[in-house]
């Protein structure tokens, strides 16, 4: 992805050119260790619709991004009618069944 543009003292892409794409793209770049002190914020920036790239020694490493909900939310009782439970559910099991499980 950045192969050719490396700054050749360290061989890691060069921070301008880390800023320029996080710009393009609407992210932040931070580096590892400002993530870990400020994770709390990042997260609540990132659930905000904020992308956060995180960096190591200035090579993107990861993506903080929102989570997307995926379908409709669930809508409780839709099974009403279409099933049911015995009135001997969670009646002890007979003698035979039950030895299966000592044995």
Known sequence: MLSGLTNLTNSVPCPSILAAMAKKHGSQTVNLY???TRLSELVDRAAAGEEIVI???GSPKA???PVSRTGKPRKPGGWEG???IADDFDAPLPS???KRFVE
Do not use: F, G, M, S
Request: charged content about 35%.
């Open 34 to 36: 400002e993530a870990k």
């Open 63 to 65: 993506r903080l991004v």
């Open 96 to 98: 035979e069944i039950l």
């Open 82 to 84: 279409q099933i049911w």
């Open 55 to 57: 960096a190591k020694a």
